[in-house]
């Protein structure tokens, strides 16, 4: 099981072909208290970089990405009923979406924990 | 909300802001709290349970001193002032020529040769000008860039002012008086932009943080910014100059012809009344309307609103969400036709018509003091 992270602040947790996606503790807490998701359906295709899901906090609206090609498996229906998981769990309860990739090489370019880390202190 | 103009004025209260957690956005020229470590959320839900303490020394303070200065400024707002009695504040307007609105600001009345105005801090240069130009004879002296203005606002904020000043606990909704805080010379008027009781507390820049703290140190009162400043307004269904306001809106059409009173509608006499009394006459193509989805999706600033045939009538000029009200809201222009209550709408957000209604405002019911 491995997790990396985008530059847009989404984190993928991966075991063979399946892949859980969410947003960074750093994500969340940018974004304030968050009130509403979106969440895709299984079987619904997504491109790297695509928007799959919205979130939006009190303040604002924000899409989250795909990091990986693949399809849809699952939406956490759980983050649609509480809203405020997101919150208290982004990278446990709080998940968006789970996935089937298409091409897990693509993780490759994506940053292990390390680099994020590295990378939220250029922010 | 915020602007992007680089901020260059900090309030009497910015360092107090930084030492409380205060995340700091550029608004208006100043560097303000949007929120404090309790976050949004929390903040909104404390001020309408208990009480929250705002810092609007952004906002412009400025008094108005000269013979007749309330037939003059008549000249400039469609509120009546001759009709406001010594010592009572009041909603009104500038307008200009098309009767569209330059800003929305309160007046209180303190004597018949003294006015006092709080006008929005994103106008107040304009604002000035305006009157300088406009009011001949009198003097329009701006109380500067480092004024205090703090806004304390809950059900609890009666109580919390009691212990100071006691006479506050039974000033009317939408008077003011002269008192001392705490030993320090402060103007308090019982109004404020939450829907809530509550007061504001003008007070010289150099004794604000005192007066700050010793609110802060009252149990009830918390700290609280610009986020929840606006879902409070926005539940009580109050408008946000810039958004729900400005010179392409009238007061007929942001459905505020209430601050209107019958003499000044039928008498006209200020920037744009023939443009406005017309439109009272013979209606407006749009109305500023209250919206509520029936989903729990918010539809926020510039989202295009459908009649439900697919057909553009309108825009939303202020949405989210409601913490109070547990869901969204939003407030917005429509095409007359389509701004009775309960007429179905469809709000376009992201690319998918989202249904929703048109509803009387405000969302949550306010609890001004009635005495």
């Given at each position: 099981m491995t997790i990396k992270f985008t530059k847009d602040h989404e984190w993928i947790r991966v075991s063979g072909d399946e892949a859980t996606v969410g947003i960074t503790d750093h994500a969340q807490n940018a974004l304030g208290d968050v009130v509403f998701v979106e969440v895709p359906e299984g079987g619904k295709a997504l491109e790297q970089g695509a928007a799959a899901a919205v979130v939006e906090s009190v303040k604002a609206a924000s899409e989250v990405y795909a990091p990986a090609s693949g399809t849809v498996t699952?939406?956490?229906?759980a983050i649609v009923e509480d809203p405020s998981l997101v919150n208290s769990d982004p990278v446990g309860e709080g998940w968006f979406f789970k996935m089937r990739l298409?091409?897990?090489?693509?993780?490759?370019?994506l940053m292990d924990k390390a680099a994020y880390d590295a990378y939220l202190e250029t922010l | 909300m915020a602007d992007t103009t680089a901020p260059t004025l900090k309030t009497p209260l910015h360092a107090l802001h930084l030492e409380l957690g205060g995340k700091m956005v550029p608004f208006a020229g100043y560097d303000m709290p949007?929120?404090?470590?309790?976050?949004v959320l929390k903040e909104h839900l404390h001020t309408r349970e208990k009480a929250g303490l705002f810092d609007v020394s952004h906002m412009g303070q400025v008094r108005l001193t000269g013979p007749d200065v309330i037939a003059k400024l008549e000249r400039l707002v469609p509120g009546d002032i001759q009709a406001l009695a010594p010592g009572r504040v009041r909603y009104t307007l500038f307008t200009?020529?098309?009767?569209?609105?330059l800003d929305d600001l309160m007046v209180t009345r303190i004597s018949d040769t003294e006015l006092f105005l709080v006008v929005n801090a994103a106008c107040k240069r304009e604002d000035i000008a305006h009157m300088k130009a406009g009011l001949p004879g009198i003097e329009v002296e701006y109380l500067g860039d480092d004024r205090g203005l703090l806004a304390l606002q809950g059900p609890a904020a009666a109580t919390v002012m009691a212990r100071y000043v006691?006479?506050?606990?039974?000033?009317?909704?939408m008077s003011a008086m002269t008192a001392t805080f705490g030993g320090i010379p402060v103007g308090i008027s019982?109004?404020?932009?939450?829907?809530e009781d509550g007061y504001e507390i003008g007070v010289d820049g150099r004794y604000a943080e005192a007066v700050a703290r010793l609110l802060l140190n009252e149990a009830e009162v918390a700290p609280i910014g610009l986020g929840a400043r606006d879902s409070l307004r926005l539940e009580a269904g109050l408008c946000l100059y810039g958004h729900?306001?400005?010179?392409?809106?009238t007061p007929v059409e942001a459905a505020l012809?209430?601050?209107?009173?019958k003499r000044r509608r039928e008498e006209g006499g200020f920037p744009g009344a023939a443009v406005i009394q017309r439109q009272l006459k013979e209606g407006v193509a749009r109305k500023r309307v209250g919206i509520l989805p029936d989903g729990r999706a918010p539809a926020r600033e510039d989202t295009e609103i459908q009649a439900t045939d697919g057909t553009a009538i309108g825009t939303v000029t202020s949405g989210g969400f409601g913490p109070t009200l547990n869901g969204p809201m939003c407030m917005g222009y429509v095409a007359t036709a389509h701004a009775e209550k309960g007429t179905g709408v469809n709000l376009m957000v992201r690319g998918k018509a989202l249904p929703a209604g048109v509803v009387p405002m405000p969302f949550v019911p306010q609890r001004y003091y009635r005495g």
């Amino acid at each position: 099981m491995t997790i990396k992270f985008t530059k847009d602040h989404e984190w993928i947790r991966v075991s063979g072909d399946e892949a859980t996606v969410g947003i960074t503790d750093h994500a969340q807490n940018a974004l304030g208290d968050v009130v509403f998701v979106e969440v895709p359906e299984g079987g619904k295709a997504l491109e790297q970089g695509a928007a799959a899901a919205v979130v939006e906090s009190v303040k604002a609206a924000s899409e989250v990405y795909a990091p990986a090609s693949g399809t849809v498996t699952e939406g956490n229906q759980a983050i649609v009923e509480d809203p405020s998981l997101v919150n208290s769990d982004p990278v446990g309860e709080g998940w968006f979406f789970k996935m089937r990739l298409a091409n897990p090489s693509e993780l490759d370019a994506l940053m292990d924990k390390a680099a994020y880390d590295a990378y939220l202190e250029t922010l | 909300m915020a602007d992007t103009t680089a901020p260059t004025l900090k309030t009497p209260l910015h360092a107090l802001h930084l030492e409380l957690g205060g995340k700091m956005v550029p608004f208006a020229g100043y560097d303000m709290p949007v929120q404090y470590p309790m976050g949004v959320l929390k903040e909104h839900l404390h001020t309408r349970e208990k009480a929250g303490l705002f810092d609007v020394s952004h906002m412009g303070q400025v008094r108005l001193t000269g013979p007749d200065v309330i037939a003059k400024l008549e000249r400039l707002v469609p509120g009546d002032i001759q009709a406001l009695a010594p010592g009572r504040v009041r909603y009104t307007l500038f307008t200009n020529d098309q009767g569209g609105i330059l800003d929305d600001l309160m007046v209180t009345r303190i004597s018949d040769t003294e006015l006092f105005l709080v006008v929005n801090a994103a106008c107040k240069r304009e604002d000035i000008a305006h009157m300088k130009a406009g009011l001949p004879g009198i003097e329009v002296e701006y109380l500067g860039d480092d004024r205090g203005l703090l806004a304390l606002q809950g059900p609890a904020a009666a109580t919390v002012m009691a212990r100071y000043v006691p006479e506050a606990a039974t000033m009317p909704f939408m008077s003011a008086m002269t008192a001392t805080f705490g030993g320090i010379p402060v103007g308090i008027s019982r109004s404020g932009y939450t829907g809530e009781d509550g007061y504001e507390i003008g007070v010289d820049g150099r004794y604000a943080e005192a007066v700050a703290r010793l609110l802060l140190n009252e149990a009830e009162v918390a700290p609280i910014g610009l986020g929840a400043r606006d879902s409070l307004r926005l539940e009580a269904g109050l408008c946000l100059y810039g958004h729900d306001l400005d010179t392409t809106t009238t007061p007929v059409e942001a459905a505020l012809t209430w601050t209107m009173s019958k003499r000044r509608r039928e008498e006209g006499g200020f920037p744009g009344a023939a443009v406005i009394q017309r439109q009272l006459k013979e209606g407006v193509a749009r109305k500023r309307v209250g919206i509520l989805p029936d989903g729990r999706a918010p539809a926020r600033e510039d989202t295009e609103i459908q009649a439900t045939d697919g057909t553009a009538i309108g825009t939303v000029t202020s949405g989210g969400f409601g913490p109070t009200l547990n869901g969204p809201m939003c407030m917005g222009y429509v095409a007359t036709a389509h701004a009775e209550k309960g007429t179905g709408v469809n709000l376009m957000v992201r690319g998918k018509a989202l249904p929703a209604g048109v509803v009387p405002m405000p969302f949550v019911p306010q609890r001004y003091y009635r005495g």
